[in-house]
């Protein structure tokens, strides 16, 4: 069950559904994003994962197979008010220990009766959770979840999937009937200190600017807004048409590295909405239009995220319409 929620991770919905063709099932946050799934074409098993909210929306589910997990009693009693539609398949979402969406374990197995009995709802009942700190590999925390998601999954005759990308990659017991891979399939790593690269993996995604003005500024010129840095010696001063306006996170600090010509050069001063200061100091041979990689191909976003101390999902998610997208 590929996960393509907030637009594929910044990659696209539909791009990354087209790319992910052979998944069994996409999974998605919200109905609207469902939607336009259908819209597009795609018949695989959508599972929408904070569900439905009220009779209007679960009328869409019926008319577009769409699969809800229901997280809450609150949704059953709206799901026991339906009286026609197709039946839907549905996931029950279990909190083994995440404390977020998800009904007590205590109320599986009466939850679990109700939803058979429902006329409208599709038997068996599956059943997914969500693992809270699975990228720590060395935390008693997850095979205890592991654990009671298991023991609650032996009352069931349904299917049952509870392996985030960490899960996968980390824990063999997390694996069931379904995996729900996210990050990973972006070429991602979801475990800290480590790349993408390192797992195996190939990123997708590649952020590039351009040179757009080059400088030479003198030993104690102050660089950008705040004037917070300060030019140590004779510095050759790039500007590359990229800031938080496009993505760029904004907290990214002085020395954090870009790639001019396949040579790293680190930031000078802060980021601005439209642009970045590069100190090409130790790059001479960088010219007006070379490219500028942000993150990507030779420099993982991974490295980024530490130097604006963020994780590498908040950046990739946070490129904006601004942006130009060309698929390689």
Excluded at 160 to 166: D, K, L, P, R, V
Excluded at 242 to 251: L, N
Excluded at 302 to 324: F, H, K, M, S, W
Aim: net charge neutral; aromatic share 6%; charged share 25%.
């Amino acid at each position: 069950m590929s996960v393509i929620k907030a637009n594929a991770y910044g990659h696209g919905l539909i791009r990354a559904a087209g790319g992910l063709i052979e998944s069994d099932a996409f999974a998605v946050a919200r109905t609207q994003e469902a939607i336009e799934l259908r819209k597009a074409g795609f018949t695989q098993s959508i599972a929408v994962l904070q569900g439905f909210f009220d009779q209007d929306e679960l009328s869409i589910y019926g008319k577009l197979s769409l699969e809800p997990v229901v997280h809450s009693a609150w949704q059953v009693d709206l799901l026991e008010r339906r009286t026609r539609g197709y039946p839907l398949r549905v996931w029950l979402k279990v909190d083994t220990g995440m404390s977020r969406l998800g009904v007590h374990p205590d109320e599986v197995e009466s939850l679990v009766k109700r939803l058979r009995n429902c006329k409208t709802v599709k038997g068996p009942i599956s059943m997914m959770s969500h693992l809270a700190n699975a990228d720590a590999l060395d935390d008693p925390f997850t095979p205890r979840q592991i654990g009671l998601f298991r023991e609650l999954g032996e009352s069931l005759d349904g299917e049952t999937g509870i392996a985030n990308s960490a899960g996968v990659l980390g824990w063999k017991e997390a694996q069931a009937e379904w995996v729900r891979p996210g990050i990973i399939l972006y070429g991602i790593s979801p475990f800290a200190g480590k790349t993408g690269q390192q797992e195996g993996l190939q990123p997708v995604m590649t952020l590039r600017s351009r040179i757009i003005s080059i400088k030479d500024v003198e030993p104690g010129t102050r660089v950008g807004y705040g004037g917070d840095w300060v030019a140590g010696r004779k510095t050759r001063l790039g500007v590359a048409a990229i800031g938080y306006g496009d993505g760029y996170p904004r907290q990214a600090r002085s020395g954090t590295p870009v790639l001019v010509r396949g040579q790293r050069a680190p930031l000078a001063g802060r980021v601005s909405m439209d642009m970045i200061t590069i100190d090409l100091t130790d790059c001479p041979e960088a010219e007006i239009g070379d490219l500028v990689t942000l993150w990507g191909e030779g420099l993982p976003v991974e490295l980024i995220a530490e130097y604006a101390n963020t994780i590498p999902y908040d950046l990739v998610c946070g490129i904006t319409r601004r942006v130009q997208v060309i698929e390689t």
